[in-house]
């Protein structure tokens, strides 16, 4: 994303790896629609345009009952989706600003900054959040991963959580080969990762989503490493779907399995993933791709974005804060209060 004062530009991520198209938008409900439609997407970078989006409904309020017309941009930013606790963080972080304003040029100067500083603190907690799993991580031979989604540059602000990790591995010569789901429907590991390592010169096989428990029986991947949209109280991590089933074929065979995510994807107000809202979304994702039909016209879909993996399976949550291994509410509580 690119910020220009009075518009912001957004990457629209649907058309990658095909068209690098930027889209430009001047008010909340642009960026309310933008990450609705999946432009931007990432819970890290949904929070971040969220908070754009609020520093543009200040730069164009009318003048009359701008308080009214910012209040009403943060209820539609709220509304866009439901399950990243990014977007609300940020959200209320924008509206303590808000409240604190006095006069609509105090207000767009302010939000303005506080948009900005979100952005730039979410970079910086990235390349920390690598140095604390590199840490514990602690390999002594170059390694081999696998990961699921996007979870870059493209879903942060500039650096990434879990791909951040790979990065950081790769710029130590420690990282031997990275195996990127596809990660249907969208395909954000073809499209999105994929592209990203390619990019960047990083050793990367894509793979069917299907194709992981044969990866890992081979024996060759350390470790699975994965960013979460929530993450609760007990330790328990909302995910791209298929998520949980990684974490499953972790641990049967044997093999580590890393959460990365800023501290801002932690919610201790939810005591397990049963709290969770999990969004649907619409059953063409499934049947089609790109208007070509994939499965009979009108069959019934399930198509849940995210699923919940229980703290039971994971070994260790990294953020920016520290490291809470084999998480548990105790543990959660130790690092997040």
């Not at 049947?287 to 703290?311: C, S, Y």
Request: hydrophobic share 45%.
């Amino acid at each position: 994303m690119r910020w220009h004062e009075h518009s912001l530009d957004l990457l629209d991520q649907r058309l990658l790896p095909a068209e690098e198209h930027w889209i430009t938008v001047e008010g909340a409900e642009g960026v309310a629609q933008s990450i609705r439609d999946m432009v931007v997407r990432g819970a890290p970078a949904i929070g971040i345009s969220a908070a754009y989006g609020v520093a543009l409904a200040a730069r164009h309020a009318g003048g009359g009952d701008w308080k009214a017309e910012i209040r009403q941009a943060i209820r539609e930013l709220s509304a866009s989706r439901p399950t990243a606790v990014n977007l609300f963080w940020a959200l209320q972080r924008m509206e303590r600003v808000f409240h604190q304003c006095h006069s609509l040029a105090e207000a767009e100067k302010r939000l303005a900054a506080e948009a900005v500083s979100i952005h730039k603190e979410d970079l910086a907690a990235n390349r920390e959040m690598a140095d604390q799993a590199l840490a514990f991580m602690n390999p002594d031979k170059p390694v081999s991963v696998l990961t699921h989604c996007n979870t870059g540059a493209l879903a942060t602000g500039g650096y990434g959580t879990a791909l951040g990790v790979i990065r950081r591995l790769h710029e130590r010569k420690l990282l031997k080969q990275v195996y990127a789901d596809e990660t249907r429907p969208w395909l954000q590991g073809s499209r999105l990762t994929a592209w990203e390592l390619a990019r960047d010169g990083i050793p990367v096989t894509l793979n069917a989503d299907s194709a992981a428990a044969a990866i890992l029986a081979r024996g060759e991947v350390r470790w699975i490493i994965v960013g979460a949209d929530r993450i609760t109280a007990n330790g328990d991590v909302a995910n791209k779907i298929g998520t949980y089933s990684l974490a499953v074929l972790a641990r049967h065979h044997k093999v580590g399995f890393m959460v990365v995510a800023p501290s801002s994807t932690v919610d201790m107000s939810l005591a397990s993933g049963a709290d969770i809202t999990i969004e649907e979304r619409e059953g063409t994702e499934i049947r089609e791709m790109r208007g070509i039909p994939l499965a009979p016209d009108g069959i019934r879909v399930f198509n849940p974005v995210f699923d919940v993996t229980p703290a039971s399976l994971i070994d260790a949550i990294v953020t920016e804060k520290g490291v809470v291994h084999n998480p548990n509410i105790t543990g959660m509580r130790a690092l997040f209060g």
